[in-house]
Each structure stands twice: as C-alpha cells, then as structure tokens.
T-cell receptor
C-alpha cells in the first residue's frame, strides 16, 4: 500500500461545476497536508494547506481533512478551464526533525468548456 | 511569494560530462530539497538538507551528489552524466519552524543526456 494514494484520473468536470479530488494516507501520525497544482511541464504550486480536522476555504478552493478516516480532499467550485492540471496531495509525518513530504502520484483534472 | 531560482532551465549535454544544477533561494529558508520527476510521473525525493553542512539522501537512490555550504545555495552535481539521468529536476525549500511549513518549488531544470 502506498503511503499517499490518489485516483490518477483523468477526472473530467464541466466548466462551472464542482471538482472533487480525493487523497488517502496510510500513516496515522501524519500531521500536515498540502495540495499542489502542477501544470504540464511546470513545477508544483502550493494551493492549500490544512492541519486540523474540518474544512478550510480559500476562494474557490476548499480543503477537507478527516484524520480518523485518514482522508483529505480538495473541492474546486465554479471550475474554470484554467483549473485543468494535475493535483498533487502531499503529507508530512509528525516527528521532530522530519520535514519531508510524501507526495501522491497526482490526479489529472480536465475542465470541459 | 516564493523566491527560489534554478539554472539552467534546460540542458542538453553529452554522456560523460560533469553537470551542476544550481538552486538558490533568497528567503532565508533553512530546509532545501531536490526532487526528480519524469514526465507524467510522480515526484521522487533524491536529496535534502536541513541547514548548512547538512545533507541527506532521499527516498530514491540517485547517483547525484549535493552540497550545502551556504544557506541560500543547494547545488546538485552529476559527475558523469548518462542517458538514464534524463529527467526534470525540481528544487524546493521551506521556512524555519517545524510542522506546518509548506515546500515551495523552483521552475525546475529539464535535463537531457544524449
């Protein structure tokens, strides 16, 4: 079992709809969770970070964390064609001196005009 | 806004050459990382550093080496490039403080070994 799992997609969503991206992780001591967006041929760009159970909203983006279920998701409201990209889930374990992130393989999202 | 710079952006070079990929950040970040990513594939951590004179190998074995003599500079070196080293190399950094600091990425170096 991979430490961080994402559905590779592709996930196709009509423009204006809500895109829902999911991520599960295996290590219960994980403490910090990040969503990155990566356009083809570009480097990852941080979109959201979340550390506590519940929802965190930033503009059209909402991150949701459920530590009991070891599940983190990203919702994109009013999806735009510019949201078409690969979305990477990254997880950091709790532990002094451990600052490494474990990345999922990414979900490729396509917004259909 | 993260200020992390990688040079060169693209490099095409012959087998056997020594290569150094540069990475610098101007944010005073103590932690820096090198990742390798093939097109359409996942990120693999190959090296990281938590401060000056501190370097560690990452999760993916790599023939490259790194150094951290200055806080802002984290170069990656391949002593003798081979076609198997063809990939995109991404440098990242994160701020002091434990726990919740995200990593910020440079634009990457796309390396092709002929």
């Amino acid at each position: 079992q991979k430490e961080v799992e994402q559905n590779s997609g592709p996930l196709s969503v009509p423009e204006g709809a809500i895109a829902s991206l999911n991520c599960t992780y295996s290590d219960r001591v994980s403490q910090s969770f990040f969503w990155y967006r990566q356009y083809s041929g570009k480097s990852p760009e941080l979109i959201m970070s979340i550390y506590s159970n519940g929802d965190k909203e930033d503009g059209r983006f909402t991150a949701q964390l459920n530590k009991a279920s070891q599940y983190v998701s990203l919702l994109i409201r009013d999806s735009q064609p510019s949201d078409s990209a690969t979305y990477l889930c990254a997880v950091k374990r709790r532990g002094f001196g451990n600052e490494k992130l474990t990345f999922g393989t990414g979900t490729r999202l396509t917004i259909i005009p | 806004e993260a200020d992390i710079y990688q040079t060169p952006r693209y490099l095409v070079i012959g087998t056997g050459k020594k290569i150094t990929l540069e990475c610098s950040q101007t944010m005073g970040h103590d932690k820096m990382y090198w990742y390798q990513q093939d097109p359409g594939m996942e990120l693999h951590l190959i090296h990281y550093s938590y401060g000056v004179n501190s370097t560690e190998k990452g999760d993916l074995s790599s023939e490259s080496t790194v150094s951290r003599i200055r806080t802002e500079h984290f170069p990656l070196t391949l002593e003798s490039a081979r076609p198997s080293h063809t990939s995109q190399y991404l440098c990242a950094s994160s701020a002091p403080g434990s726990g919740n600091q995200p990593q910020h990425f440079g634009d990457g170096t796309r390396l092709s070994i002929l």
